[in-house]
Nanobody
């Protein structure tokens, strides 16, 4: 069973920074991108950012471009994907979910694999 373990998040004032991490076993890696989606109360889950399996390509939603960065660390048995969130805005408040099989389908980024447990990010004005 694939397990994505998330860490990080929390609460910050607008303009501040937070980071998220998601660790997965290398044995369960897919051949697709890993990354993050988020879901605010009363809204659909939306794509945030992704990084390719090689780490050479990154993708961002327009709402976070220039403020968020994504990177990955490869260890002997695990891969960890990091999401650095800077210049946070109240509209970034959501539960953030790690995803392990992200690709485009019908012109939208979607996850066709497993999800992390979700991590709350709260940005106050």
């Amino acid at each position: 069973q694939v397990q994505l373990v998330e860490s990080g998040g929390g609460s910050v004032q607008a303009g501040g920074s937070l980071s998220l991490a998601c660790t997965v076993s290398r044995r369960t890696l897919t051949r697709y991108a890993m990354g993050w989606f988020r879901q605010a109360p009363g809204k659909e889950r939306e794509f945030v950012a992704a990084i390719s399996t090689s780490g050479g390509s990154t993708y961002f939603a327009d709402a976070v471009k220039g403020r968020f960065t994504i990177s990955r660390d490869v260890a002997e048995n695990t891969v960890t994907v990091h999401l650095q969130m800077n210049s946070l805005k109240p509209e970034d408040t959501a539960v953030y979910y790690c995803a392990d099989s992200i690709r485009t389908y019908e012109n939208r980024w979607r996850n066709f694999g497993s999800w992390g447990q979700g991590t709350q990010v709260t940005v106050s004005s």
